[in-house]
């Protein structure tokens, strides 16, 4: 049971456009909502999470926008850069889940220079 | 501060081997993650260590088992390798377990890619 799906599987953009990842839950006990980084040969790396309580985070060129009655959140990536071709995963933790993600399945994205 | 290690990070195993992975997490963490990584599943956790103890563990077979040591180094060990068991292998460390509505950032490792044949 895929409990996050994460739409597109893959995503091209041209620099400076705007990339945009959805994802879904089911789960209602999922109470943390982070995005991580691949790049080809390296492990994930967080790039910015969110909690239910908030609409809207922001760090630079990412934004989280999250909808808790919907159970949907996405990742908005503003001039969008080569650099920020790499594959890109949603994830969830429930609040006594220690620290079990459960991903998405990933939107690979290329950025056309 | 040197990031979390993996070795090794490849591996060439036939079917009915067994494998152990090694994962030395950044200094300082002591919970200790397990994902596998695969093209048609995605990122799966596998379990949770912290303290040498268990907390968590994902929906795999009991050939999947781990172990994390007093230095909160951790191995995993598949047993009975099957060619399904193809995959990338990632560790990542935190700093404590996840505890009732507080997170930690996981920290990964490159992962050990393992190829059965």
């Known amino acids: 049971q895929q409990q996050v799906k994460q739409s597109p599987q893959s995503l091209i953009v041209q620099k400076g456009g705007i990339s945009i990842i959805n994802c879904a839950y089911e789960?209602?006990?999922?109470?943390?909502f982070p995005w991580y980084q691949q790049f080809p040969g390296k492990g994930p790396a967080l790039l910015i999470a969110i909690r239910p309580d908030v609409s809207e985070k922001k760090e630079g060129r990412f934004t989280i926008s999250f909808n808790k009655s919907a159970k949907q959140f996405s990742l908005h990536i503003m001039d969008s850069q080569p650099g920020d071709s790499a594959t890109y995963f949603c994830?969830?933790?429930?609040?006594?889940?220690?620290?079990?993600?459960?991903f998405g399945g990933g939107t690979r994205l290329m950025v056309k220079p | 501060k040197a990031g979390v290690t993996q070795t090794p990070r490849y591996l060439i195993k036939t079917r009915g081997q067994q494998v152990t992975l090694s994962c030395s997490p950044i200094?300082?963490?002591?919970?200790v993650s397990w994902y596998q990584q695969t093209p048609g599943q995605g990122l799966q956790f596998l379990f949770e260590?912290?303290?040498?103890?268990?907390?968590n563990k994902g929906n795999f077979p009991g050939r999947f088992s781990g172990r994390q040591f007093s230095n909160s180094r951790s191995e995993m060990n598949v047993s009975t390798l099957e060619l399904g068991d193809s995959a990338l292998y990632l560790c990542?460390?935190?700093?404590?377990?996840?505890?009732?509505?507080?997170?930690?950032?996981?920290?990964f490792g490159p992962g050990t890619r393992l190829t059965v044949l």
């Open positions: 260590y912290f303290s040498e103890t268990q907390r």
């Open positions: 789960n209602t006990a999922f109470d943390y």
């Open positions: 990542a460390s935190s700093l404590v377990a996840g505890v009732w509505g507080s997170y930690n950032e996981q920290f």
């Open positions: 200094s300082g963490h002591r919970s």
């Open positions: 994830a969830a933790i429930g609040a006594n889940a220690g620290n079990m993600l459960t």
